[in-house]
């Protein structure tokens, strides 16, 4: 228990920096302070919060869950191909979206979208299909925080109590603190886990009589090729360095490049950006991996045997049976239980809350889809000059309340681990909706119906993908189920992970036809004027 | 000449991404890191390097000129 009252105290903690630390002189409320921090955050807050902002449950809990199941590819898939393609879209992007935000004063990407391609409720539709693809990053954060309160307690809160706790407490530091006080959280937080990969190491490889002697052990065992990528398709690795490509798209990244001072400030970010990457996935990524040389607690042994079952005699069972097998071989919780084996008590707690600091990153998606409502929809139709800026703040903080009631109420029945959830939904709609932002700043020709067909293209995708996956089932490990093939060729498979189109993650198709999309219906609509496009690119 | 560069400076980096190499090499360097861990760890190094080299020599600092030159008023939306 003494984890999970050290896991309070932070919590407590973390509610003091959101809503009283940073909290400006009470006066007339504006929608720039509240949504924005008046655009004023300093180089060092900016890097972590950004930072803290993209890291979530999935950092910590799924990275490491993900190496334990397939060993050390983990880290090339999703940590180093972000440490590239994140950074650049900064760089590329995120400076000329806060260039323009400072020039017109936007405040969402839909604004900006707006205003660039003459549109008014094409932006809506940007709008919703944004939104629906954002509340999964938020129920993988309650998800999160109900199973790290829940291990860390030893199954003394459980799973609805702590996803309930973690949900008030992001809540009420969002509704009162807004933008100031969630970039001041995300601060501490990235420095607390940050922290915490580095401690991990050190005591778990202490713990478990250094690592080389796992290492060499898993080596020689049937285990090895958790230290290769065998486990991996090349096809399947290439298509991942499409998937970073969503981090830029996401509203509340984009909204947070809104709030840096100075343009100087998104420098250290860009720089450093891999180097954070690589300090947190790392170790986590390891870690997963020798996992699985841990002999001496029943849980890992029970996923292991799972994950046996699974593989030797999954092809002849019924899909539920299947399904509940993985569930029994996910790895989520598995750095959990490492530090609960080889950490003393106060430092499991210790460790426990830098883990609830990546877990509660949805404090931004949750001020982003408010921030979103509030001024692409309620001030867009005229609420705003209708009832004043002090009402618009007022009606982002009751979506705040709404927005986490509904992700709690999700969180509590959704049966899918918080790594399938994010990966199949949110970020390959993300990343299909990415050529929006490059056709907006880089290309004079983009129209605002090609920006039509990219967005009802990635939510015709996501839904596609969703109801395929959900008609066939997940096959065995190593199998797959061929669904439509031509000439040979496998063009749409299911297969345990997800779907394939050709071999590739759908995100591949959904990109490149996106791309396809914005260039072939803007070749074939109106520009927008003349002068709407001097704003943007001169002359 | 120098823009040029960068542009295959970045690209090459994507490209080796994709370090089909190691596949299904298990090596542990320093007797523990697999190599294919130890390779993309080293990636995320020189992911950072690139980064500084586009930082220090492709700053866009117009744009933050273009930015502060508009007048307060003009930048309601």
């Known amino acids: 228990m003494i984890p999970a009252i050290v896991v309070f105290l932070y919590l407590a903690i973390v509610l003091y920096i959101g809503i009283f630390a940073f909290r400006r002189a009470k006066g007339k409320e504006e929608a720039e302070d509240y949504f924005l921090a008046s655009r004023s955050l300093g180089p060092f807050v900016f890097l972590f919060s950004l930072f803290g902002t993209n890291m979530t449950a999935f950092a910590i809990l799924g990275s490491s869950g993900h190496a334990f199941s397939n060993g050390i590819v983990t880290f090339g898939l999703m940590a180093s191909s972000s440490a590239f393609v994140i950074p650049l879209t900064i760089f590329l992007i995120g400076t000329r979206v806060w260039a323009l935000g400072k020039k017109y004063g936007f405040m969402t990407p839909v604004q900006m979208f707006r205003d660039r391609w003459e549109c008014g409720h094409i932006g809506t539709v940007i709008f919703v299909v944004q939104s629906v693809l954002l509340v999964p990053y938020i129920i993988i954060g309650i998800m999160g925080g109900g199973t790290t309160l829940y291990t860390i307690s030893g199954g003394a809160v459980p799973f609805w109590f702590g996803g309930a706790i973690v949900a008030m407490v992001v809540m009420s530091y969002v509704f009162f603190g807004g933008m100031r006080g969630t970039a001041w959280v995300n601060t501490f937080q990235t420095v607390l886990f940050l922290l915490f990969g580095a401690i991990a190491l050190i005591v778990i490889g202490v713990g478990m009589g250094g690592f080389q002697t796992a290492a060499q052990a898993i080596q020689n065992s049937p285990m090895s090729n958790l230290l290769t990528r065998e486990r991996i398709s090349p096809y399947y690795f290439f298509s991942y360095t499409f998937i970073p490509l969503s981090a830029i798209a996401f509203p509340h990244i984009l909204i947070f490049c809104l709030t840096a001072r100075k343009m100087n400030q998104f420098k250290k970010t860009v720089i450093f950006y891999p180097l954070c990457i690589m300090a947190i996935w790392l170790p986590c990524v390891f870690l997963g991996v020798m996992a699985n040389r841990v002999t001496d607690v029943p849980q890992i042994r029970a996923k292991q045997e799972a994950r046996r079952v699974l593989a030797t005699q999954g092809k002849t069972m019924e899909p539920e049976k299947r399904d509940e097998l993985r569930d029994a071989a996910a790895g989520d919780d598995v750095i959990m239980l490492l530090l609960q084996r080889y950490a003393p008590l106060w430092l499991a707690g210790l460790l426990g809350a830098g883990i609830m600091a990546a877990v509660m990153a949805s404090d931004s998606q949750i001020l982003a889809l408010s921030t979103m409502f509030t001024e692409d929809v309620f001030a867009y139709y005229g609420g705003k000059k209708r009832f004043g800026e002090a009402v618009q703040v007022q009606t982002g903080r009751l979506f705040i309340v709404l927005i986490t009631l509904f992700a709690y109420a999700i969180a509590l029945r959704a049966p899918e681990t918080i790594f399938e959830l994010a990966i199949q939904y949110a970020f390959s709609g993300f990343a299909a909706l990415s050529p929006l932002l490059v056709a907006a700043l880089f290309w004079k020709g983009s129209t605002k119906w090609g920006a039509l067909a990219v967005t009802v293209w990635t939510a015709l995708a996501v839904v596609a993908v969703a109801i395929f996956q959900a008609m066939v089932p997940a096959p065995a490990p190593g199998s797959n189920i061929v669904a439509w093939s031509l000439g040979g060729a496998e063009v749409l498979s299911r297969t345990p992970g997800g779907t394939t189109v050709f071999g590739f993650m759908p995100v591949v198709p959904m990109v490149i036809v996106s791309a396809l999309l914005m260039i072939l219906v803007s070749l074939a609509t109106a520009k927008p004027r003349q002068a709407t496009l001097a704003r943007y690119f001169g002359g | ?77």
């Open chain 2, 1 to 77: 000449m120098k823009r040029t560069l960068l542009v295959v400076a970045a690209v090459a980096l994507y490209f080796l991404h994709q370090d089909i190499w190691f596949w299904r090499d298990g090596t542990l360097v320093f007797g523990f890191i697999p190599i294919g861990l130890f390779y993309h760890a080293c990636y995320a190094v020189a992911a950072s390097l690139v980064m500084w080299l586009l930082v220090t020599y492709a700053w866009p600092a117009h744009l933050e000129q273009e930015a502060e030159a508009v007048p307060e008023e003009g930048r309601k939306h």
